[in-house]
């Protein structure tokens, strides 16, 4: 029953932290037959029509999560494409007056959503379309594995632990870190392929039941020679 799991072993690169992964039966037993537009608009009171693509980020604001590369990038796609699409920033922190602030002067505002904190991420992921982390550094990103059991594909920043969590192409987008143009066109790679977007979110969720599971990281963890 330990916090914190710290080893040089090759075998376990991948789990600083072990105990948060042992939450995932509440993301693998949600079920919600709840409409994505009943959803938001009965929870946060946001409408949510049919053809609107939902970006999600849970993260608290804090300077390394680098929100303003997610809202620089937002601002170079709707610049560019013209995209329907609905920001939902889950998350409480510091720097969320900056963030709301510089949204305002990329005149991205209208698309941007900041929910406060949500103790509910799976019913917020399980409606949404597409899930990004844009942190400078990143340990695990559990939100990145929280995300794959909920069917969603990711795009995450390069040279981060969070990477370590995505087949690039596969489950999800690895975009270079701190380039909002880069996460731009990984946005802009989804958005205009939906099925690659189911394709990735039922690739993601078989990669983290597979490598991520509980009882995967309990059988590596305990079989270690």
């Known amino acids: 029953y330990t916090d914190v799991f710290i080893s040089g072993q090759s075998k376990v690169r991948h789990f600083a932290t072990i105990k948060p992964f042992l939450n995932d039966a509440k993301f693998l037993l949600f079920e ?26 849970v993260a608290l604001f804090y300077s390394l999560k680098q929100h303003e590369v997610f809202i620089r990038a937002l601002a170079d796609l709707m610049r560019t494409g013209g995209y329907k699409v609905k ?20 005149n991205v505002a209208q698309h941007i959503h900041f ?20 942190s400078k550094i990143e340990t695990a990103g559990l939100v990145t594995a929280e995300a794959g059991l909920m069917k969603k594909p990711v795009i995450v920043p390069q040279n981060t632990g969070t990477a370590d969590l995505v087949v690039p192409g596969v ?3 690895c975009f270079r870190n701190s380039d909002s143009r880069a996460l731009a066109a990984s946005l802009r790679t989804l958005l205009d392929n939906p099925k690659k977007r189911l394709d990735m979110g039922l690739a993601g969720y078989r990669h983290m039941r597979q490598h991520f599971s509980t009882e995967e990281i309990f059988k590596q963890t305990t079989n270690l020679s």
Do not use: C, K, W
């Not at 510091?94 to 602030?101: D, E, H, L, N």
């Not at 904190?117 to 982390?133: C, Q, T």
């Open 115 to 134: 929910l406060g904190f949500i103790d509910d991420p799976e019913a917020l992921l399980h409606h949404s379309d597409v899930h990004v982390l844009s």
């Open 87 to 106: 920001v939902m920033l889950a998350g409480n922190g510091s720097t969320m007056g900056a963030i709301r602030q510089l949204a305002v002067r990329l």
């Open 32 to 57: 919600s037959t709840e409409p994505r537009a009943d959803y938001f608009q009965r929870v946060y009171r946001i409408q949510v029509d049919d053809d609107t693509t939902v970006i999600a980020m």
């Open 171 to 173: 489950t999800g987008l």
